[in-house]
């Protein structure tokens, strides 16, 4: 097993990083010592705000915000591009991005099913993807996945319950891989 690299000057990239856990996380990285790149999907608002509160707590970390729908793969591509050249590499990919739709199986219409797979799922595996590269010529990388206790089943969320079990089992192959 390869040793840790220290965090300081190290990249961490996190889908869904405006509010929330995902903001916890990138104020948490950046007083750790990482350069932060993140993204949002509609909140630009909040997310100049997670950039101001990460210049005015770590200032000598670099954080920048991307506007991004994880659920189309081209966009993933485009914006892992611009972030690469923006920072140079990425060193730990964190999936944070998720909606859910709650509803019983009976009741979850096919647009809720498949929003929430593309976005909890397919989403996190476009931006692993995408990162892969980076992580081999760096001879290091940490995929982290943002599961839920709902991998185990959440009746009134069979769409969000499945997205999460996906994603331990992408968690899995990419390990094997």
Not at 19 to 38: E, L, M, N, Q, S
Not at 88 to 102: I, S
Not at 123 to 134: M, T
């Amino acid at each position: 097993m390869k040793p840790e690299l220290p965090a300081e000057g190290r990249v961490l990239f996190l889908t869904g990083g405006s509010r929330g856990i995902g903001a916890g996380v990138v104020a948490a990285a950046a007083a750790a010592g990482y350069d932060v790149a993140f993204t949002y999907r509609e909140r630009r608002d909040a997310a100049d705000a997670v950039v101001a509160a990460v210049a005015a707590q770590s200032p000598a970390r670099r954080c920048r915000a991307y506007q991004l729908d994880v659920r189309a793969s081209a966009d993933v591509d485009r914006v892992g591009e611009q972030v690469l050249d923006d920072f140079d590499t990425v060193h730990v990919v964190v999936a944070n991005a998720a909606v859910t739709r709650a509803g019983l199986a009976i009741s979850t219409a096919d647009d809720d099913w498949q929003d929430v797979l593309d976005t909890n799922l397919s989403g996190a595996f476009y931006v692993a993807r995408q990162f892969l590269p980076a992580f081999l010529a760096n001879g290091f990388g940490r995929f982290i996945f943002m599961s839920s206790i709902a991998s185990k089943g959440m009746s009134g969320d069979v769409a969000y319950s499945a997205s999460k079990a996906g994603m331990l089992g992408l968690s899995a192959a990419l390990a094997k891989e």
